[in-house]
């Protein structure tokens, strides 16, 4: 029987890291986007040629790709952040779908913040959302940017859930939680 797909999305600083690291700790096979997109600019050169193409070596350091000069320049205008999502998102897709193909526990769960923005929400058996006060993310992040302003509402993401938390309290509560989660997903 192939593992039961889970995508775990939610909102800037709402926990979505934690709540990955929770379901690994409870048996879960887990996977991180932003992981992937930092072995993508290690290793993918045809990327890291592209990205050399379109904004020069000032977005690399030591040989690497500097994420900090690239944020700086796709944060700023909407255009070249396009264009790296452009680049971006069908590698992720690919590197996902065949790590998703490779295991082998009974649950799988992939942090993807993007989730509902890419149409991603159909790969997947079950969406779990993980959302916290704005005051809360404040906290935790500083200053969110204007980069909430084309997300999913987070309303609409715990709407289309199958799973939503909101996380504002302990990360025990938060692990509890994951917990109750997966027994009921393993209960199938």
Do not use: C
Request: no cysteine.
């Amino acid at each position: 029987m192939r593992p039961l797909a889970v995508a775990l999305t939610g909102g800037i600083a709402a926990g979505k890291s934690e709540a990955l690291q929770a379901f690994a700790r409870h048996g879960a096979a887990t996977v991180s986007s932003d992981e992937i997109v930092h072995e993508l600019y290690r290793t993918d050169e045809d990327l890291r040629a592209a990205l050399r193409e379109r904004w020069g070596d000032g977005v690399f350091s030591g040989g690497e790709v500097d994420r900090a000069a690239i944020g700086r320049i796709v944060f700023a205008d909407r255009d070249e952040l396009g264009w790296l999502e452009d680049e971006l998102h069908p590698r992720v897709r690919a590197a996902t779908a065949d790590w998703l193909a490779r295991q082998t526990a009974e649950v799988v769960v992939a942090e993807i913040p993007l989730l509902y923005e890419t149409g991603g929400e159909s790969r997947f058996d079950k969406v779990v959302v993980i959302t916290a006060p704005t005051d809360v993310r404040v906290e935790r992040r500083g200053e969110l940017t204007d980069r909430e302003a084309r997300l999913v509402p987070e309303e609409e993401k715990v709407r289309r859930a199958d799973f939503a938390y909101v996380n504002d309290g302990t990360l025990e509560e938060l692990d509890a939680w994951v917990a109750g989660v997966l027994e009921e997903l393993t209960r199938r």
